[in-house]
């Protein structure tokens, strides 16, 4: 059950991020210069991205935690990938803020803008807030959220207003950040340069333990064929009354390549099991139509998934941004849809 934010929560966040719109961070850094907040007692940092350098999208990107920021740097990273395919590495632990247009908001949004009586005018003005939740449209923020990003964006603003006005320098093209942390030896807060340190990403990987299906999977007639993957994104919502929050449309699709025969799909939704999805969909693929020659994925996460599968009989695993029969069968989808 949702918990929203209360008027008075919500002014307190929209206080806050007006100030910061008003230093205009853009016109200082770019998108992939990063902010970094260390929060007393929680477990990770957050990072913050602004963006509007270049003039088209303004907003501030905040990324909890290090799965969000290592995607953050993989999405930068995968021009390969269509750009509808590319929420999947923004897609959990994310809180956006629009610096938008008035047509861009919701009703729901406009109808908070209105009950807090903020005057909003021209382009780029308007604010609003979406988080980014796995298998659910960016929707507007919880109370739990609009908390989070008012205490994230109260040392954001004080960390951009230091760098703007010149009092603490990052070299930023070194890969380093601009953090803000509690001294305790000083008891205070403190901006300062420091290395952007991250872990590498921590995939989850299914280790196949019965014996007796390897067995009969590699028993299996080659088949020679080569077959994709994938939980491919849609552009739709699906309303259920199960859930709180419109769900994204997401398919898992498996498909010969390059016949662009689809072979299996099944819409995922938040309480799948996605990872048992994909891979119940690629065992029985083998075992109704023979051991394919190669698997191909399109992320790093499907490729975790079946690595022990694939390294075990044999099968090629490669990863490719462009999925040829699954991207062809979502652009006729959307095409008929529309």
Known sequence: MRNEATLDEWKELYDI???????????????????TILLPGADEPVY???????????GIGTYVGFDAMNNFYTMAKRDDVPDIQKIRFQDD????CHFGNREELTKEELKLVKDLELKFRGKNNWIYFHSFKKGYVPY?????EVLLETEIFKHLFEALKDYVEGNV??????????????????????????????PEPDYPQLVLQDELLIERINRQEANKSK?????????????????DVPVMERLCILAENPSGLIIDQDFIFPDD????????????????????????????YVLNLLNDLCKRTGIK????????AIDYFVESFLRYRF
């Open 17 to 35: 991020a007006i100030k910061i719109k008003d230093l205009k961070p853009w016109e200082y850094l770019y998108d992939m210069d990063i902010i």
């Open 48 to 58: 913050c991205s602004i963006m509007g350098k270049a003039g088209e999208f303004f």
């Open 93 to 96: 632990n994310v809180l956006m």
């Open 140 to 144: 507007l923020l919880d109370k739990e």
């Open 169 to 198: 320098k990052i070299n930023f093209e070194n890969g380093n950040t601009l953090l803000r942390m509690y001294n305790k030896t000083k008891n205070l807060w403190t901006n300062q340069e420091a290395p952007i340190l991250l």
């Open 227 to 243: 077959i994709e993957i994938d939980i491919a994104y849609l552009t739709g919502a699906i309303r259920d009354k199960k859930y």
């Open 273 to 300: 099991d996605e990872m048992e999805i994909i891979f119940s969909m690629t065992i029985d693929y083998i075992l109704n139509y023979g051991k394919p020659d190669t698997i191909i994925v399109r992320d790093d």
């Open 317 to 324: 695993l490669k990863i490719r941004g462009k999925l040829k």
